[in-house]
C-alpha cells in the first residue's frame, strides 16, 4: 500500500501557476464553464499517478470547487485500502471525498471489465447527483489515447473504433444528466506523474498495468520501447480521425433527415448513390430505431446489407429488412414455439 510523506505545503507547491493556466483552459474548453462550490467538479480519484495529478490541477485551479470519490470495485483485496489512502490525502487538501461501493450488478453474468466500468460510471453519476456536481472529471490522457488507436488498429478497426475518446458525454441519458469530462487529453502520463511526485506522493500501482498477459500492457512497453512510435503525434492522429467520425456523423444526420420515412412500426429508407460507409451508418440507425436498442456492429451488419443488396430479404436484431428502391425495415415476426 503506498504511503506519503509529504507535507502539506508540498501539496500546496506541487503545481505551479503555470499549470493552473493551463488546466484552466484545457477544463473550459471541455466543460464551458467555471465550477463554484455550489456546483463543484466532481473528481473520479483511483489512487494511481493519473487520477491523482488531476486531484492536484482541479484543486489548485478551483479552490473549494472541488469534491472526490473513489469507486471500490471490491474486485481486489487491496481497493478498500487504496480507497482509504485518497481519503487520507483528500482529508490533507480539504477536498470532500466519498468511497462508492460495489453494487448489485458487478454479480450479474458477462464480461467482468464491462460491468465494472459500467458499474463506476452508474456509481460516479449517481454521486454527482448527490453532491450537485453537473461534470465528473476522469483522468484520461494522451498517453491513453495513443495506446487506444494502436489495440484498434491492430484489431480492423473503422473510422469510429480509432477516433479518440470524446472530451465530454452524458453519463447517462436525460437533460439533466451530469457530464463525463476529460480535460487531460493534451497532457502526457510523463507530466502528471511528475507532478504527483513534485507532491511527494506514492502513487498506487496496478499490478496489471504492467502484466504482459494484457493487451493493454503491451502495447504501453512498445510505445515506450519505439521511439518511431511517438505518443503525442499517435494522440494527435486519433483527435484528427475523432474531428473526422464527427463530420460523418453530420453528414448521416442530415442524410437521415431526407431519406428515411417512418410508416407505422417500420420506415423506408433510401440508399440509392450514397457511399459505402454512409449506407452502412443509415443501415445501423434504421435497425436501431426499429429495435429501439444499440445498433448492431461487426460482420452480421456487413452480411444483412450483403444479402439486401443480392435481393433478399435479411434479418438481424430483430429487424427484418426487404429489398426495393427503397430498403422497407420492420419488427421481425415473433418466433413461434414448436
Same mark, same amino acid.
Given at each position: 500500500?503506498?504511503?506519503?510523506?509529504?507535507?502539506?505545503?508540498?501539496?500546496?507547491?506541487?503545481?505551479?501557476?503555470?499549470?493552473? /493556466?493551463?488546466?484552466?483552459?484545457?477544463?473550459?474548453?471541455?466543460?464551458?464553464?467555471?465550477?463554484? +462550490?455550489?456546483?463543484?467538479?466532481? &473528481? *473520479?480519484?483511483?489512487?494511481?499517478?493519473?487520477?491523482?495529478?488531476?486531484?492536484? #490541477?482541479?484543486?489548485?485551479?478551483?479552490?473549494?470547487?472541488?469534491?472526490?470519490?473513489?469507486?471500490?470495485?471490491?474486485?481486489?483485496?487491496?481497493?478498500?485500502?487504496?480507497?482509504?489512502?485518497?481519503?487520507?490525502?483528500?482529508?490533507?487538501?480539504?477536498?470532500?471525498? *466519498?468511497?462508492?461501493?460495489?453494487?448489485?450488478?458487478?454479480?450479474?453474468?458477462?464480461?467482468?471489465?464491462?460491468?465494472?466500468?459500467?458499474?463506476?460510471?452508474?456509481?460516479?453519476?449517481?454521486?454527482?447527483? /448527490?453532491?450537485?456536481?453537473?461534470?465528473? $472529471?476522469?483522468?484520461?490522457?494522451?498517453?491513453?489515447?495513443?495506446?487506444?488507436?494502436? #489495440?484498434?488498429?491492430?484489431?480492423?478497426?473503422?473510422?469510429?473504433?480509432?477516433? $479518440?475518446?470524446?472530451?465530454?458525454?452524458?453519463?447517462?441519458?436525460?437533460?439533466?444528466?451530469?457530464?463525463?469530462?476529460?480535460?487531460?487529453?493534451?497532457?502526457?502520463? +510523463?507530466?502528471? *506523474?511528475? =507532478?504527483?511526485?513534485?507532491?511527494?506522493?506514492?502513487?498506487?500501482?496496478?499490478?496489471?498495468?504492467?502484466?504482459?498477459?494484457?493487451?493493454?500492457?503491451?502495447?504501453?512497453?512498445?510505445?515506450?520501447?519505439?521511439?518511431?512510435?511517438?505518443?503525442?503525434?499517435?494522440?494527435?492522429?486519433?483527435?484528427?480521425?475523432?474531428?473526422?467520425?464527427?463530420?460523418?456523423?453530420? &453528414?448521416? $444526420?442530415?442524410?437521415?433527415?431526407?431519406?428515411?420515412?417512418?410508416?407505422?412500426?417500420? #420506415? #423506408?429508407?433510401?440508399?440509392?448513390?450514397?457511399?459505402?460507409?454512409?449506407?452502412?451508418?443509415?443501415?445501423?440507425?434504421?435497425?436501431?430505431?426499429?429495435?429501439?436498442?444499440?445498433?448492431? =456492429?461487426?460482420?452480421?451488419?456487413?452480411?444483412?446489407?450483403?444479402?439486401?443488396? +443480392?435481393?433478399?430479404?435479411?434479418?438481424?436484431?430483430?429487424?427484418?429488412?426487404?429489398?426495393?428502391?427503397?430498403?422497407?425495415?420492420?419488427?421481425?415476426?415473433?418466433? =413461434?414455439?414448436?
Amino acid at each position: 500500500m503506498p504511503t506519503s510523506a509529504a507535507s502539506d505545503a508540498s501539496l500546496s507547491d506541487a503545481i505551479a501557476g503555470a499549470d493552473v /493556466t493551463r488546466f484552466t483552459a484545457d477544463w473550459l474548453a471541455v466543460a464551458g464553464q467555471v465550477p463554484a +462550490a455550489a456546483r463543484p467538479i466532481g &473528481v *473520479a480519484v483511483s489512487g494511481g499517478a493519473d487520477s491523482l495529478a488531476l486531484l492536484l #490541477l482541479a484543486r489548485a485551479s478551483f479552490p473549494g470547487a472541488v469534491a472526490a470519490a473513489t469507486v471500490d470495485h471490491g474486485l481486489r483485496a487491496e481497493s478498500a485500502a487504496e480507497a482509504a489512502f485518497v481519503a487520507t490525502l483528500c482529508a490533507r487538501l480539504g477536498v470532500p471525498h *466519498a468511497v462508492l461501493p460495489p453494487r448489485p450488478e458487478m454479480l450479474a453474468a458477462g464480461n467482468l471489465q464491462d460491468r465494472a466500468r459500467a458499474m463506476r460510471y452508474r456509481s460516479l453519476a449517481d454521486w454527482a447527483d /448527490t453532491i450537485g456536481a453537473p461534470w465528473v $472529471a476522469v483522468a484520461h490522457q494522451q498517453d491513453d489515447l495513443a495506446e487506444s488507436l494502436l #489495440l484498434r488498429a491492430r484489431r480492423g478497426a473503422g473510422l469510429g473504433g480509432l477516433a $479518440a475518446m470524446v472530451p465530454s458525454r452524458p453519463l447517462r441519458a436525460g437533460a439533466a444528466a451530469p457530464l463525463l469530462v476529460r480535460p487531460l487529453l493534451g497532457w502526457s502520463r +510523463a507530466e502528471l *506523474a511528475a =507532478r504527483v511526485q513534485a507532491a511527494g506522493i506514492a502513487p498506487v500501482e496496478d499490478p496489471s498495468n504492467r502484466h504482459p498477459r494484457f493487451d493493454r500492457s503491451r502495447i504501453r512497453r512498445l510505445l515506450a520501447e519505439t521511439p518511431e512510435l511517438p505518443a503525442a503525434r499517435l494522440a494527435l492522429a486519433a483527435t484528427n480521425l475523432r474531428d473526422a467520425e464527427a463530420a460523418l456523423a453530420w &453528414v448521416v $444526420a442530415r442524410e437521415w433527415t431526407a431519406r428515411a420515412e417512418r410508416q407505422g412500426q417500420g #420506415l #423506408l429508407l433510401d440508399l440509392a448513390d450514397l457511399p459505402a460507409e454512409l449506407r452502412r451508418r443509415l443501415v445501423v440507425r434504421a435497425l436501431a430505431t426499429i429495435a429501439d436498442a444499440p445498433p448492431p =456492429r461487426g460482420s452480421g451488419l456487413d452480411r444483412l446489407i450483403a444479402a439486401v443488396d +443480392a435481393g433478399r430479404v435479411a434479418t438481424l436484431a430483430g429487424v427484418v429488412v426487404r429489398p426495393g428502391v427503397r430498403w422497407r425495415f420492420a419488427p421481425a415476426p415473433p418466433h =413461434r414455439s414448436p
